[in-house]
């Protein structure tokens, strides 16, 4: 039983098109999260959301929306990709906010042409 | 950027021997997480520290913490083959999110 899962694992796409990477966790916390790794391996939160509400929005631009439709499930949509987009982009969770271990997806490889 | 720095970058050693990262962060903390991430895998927690705790062990790894240098290291003894992997530290500095460092890539000879 996968705790984390994304979907697609590979998404490979041109530039300007519209795409959205799904995640869902069965291990009934209440904190989602989403990560940017970049080709050097640095990883970097992005958003995390805490029972559907937005926490943590970093700096990013706003062609990135993230969407949780419940306390299970975070989606993360991205309008007119560029380039500089292509990236791992994970998915976590964790129990609560603070003090706890993080549990991550095997990302999605994503690919602009 | 108050991301903390790794060493070594990379390491290379032979099954059996122990391997030592160390990681370095800039302010006061909350508790500092180490995470291990095979090729093509997400990241995969190994220990949580907390800030008043100095060591804790879980099977074959060692994890200290030196709050008085900001320093942590993490000790693989014994290491295998399927050790090999990128080790990372995460820091809280006292927020809601986890800020990593620069990470080790650890490699195993048989």
């Known amino acids: 039983d996968t705790a984390v899962s994304q979907t697609p694992k590979y998404l490979v796409t041109q530039m300007g098109n519209d795409k959205s990477i799904k995640c869902e966790q069965n291990?009934?916390?209440?904190?989602m999260y989403w990560y940017k790794q970049d080709s050097k391996k640095f990883l970097k939160i992005m958003f995390s959301?805490?029972?559907?509400?937005?926490?943590i929005n970093e700096t990013v631009p706003n062609r990135f929306s993230p969407k949780s439709p419940d306390k299970a499930h975070l989606n993360l949509h991205i309008n007119s990709l560029e380039l500089g987009d292509s990236a791992v982009y994970f998915c976590?969770?964790?129990?609560?906010?603070?003090?706890?271990?993080?549990?991550f997806g095997d990302g999605t490889r994503l690919s602009i042409l | 950027s108050q991301q903390g720095e790794e060493d070594p970058q990379a390491l290379s050693i032979q099954e059996g021997e122990n391997a030592t990262m160390n990681c370095s962060y800039k302010?006061?903390?909350?508790?500092l997480q180490w995470y291990r991430q095979n090729s093509g895998r997400g990241l995969v927690h190994l220990i949580l520290?907390?800030?008043?705790?100095r060591e804790k062990h879980s099977g074959r790894l060692r994890v200290t913490l030196d709050t008085s240098k900001k320093s942590s290291s993490l000790l693989i003894t014994a290491s295998r083959a399927a050790d090999t992997a990128s080790y990372f530290c995460?820091?809280?500095?006292?927020?809601?999110?986890?800020?990593f460092g620069t990470g080790t890539r650890l490699q195993v000879f048989p």
């Open positions: 976590a969770s964790s129990q609560e906010m603070r003090n706890q271990p993080q549990h």
């Open positions: 291990l009934g916390h209440d904190t």
């Open positions: 959301y805490n029972n559907k509400e937005l926490i």
């Open positions: 302010t006061s903390i909350n508790n």
């Open positions: 520290i907390r800030s008043n705790e």
């Open positions: 995460a820091t809280d500095y006292n927020t809601d999110k986890l800020i």
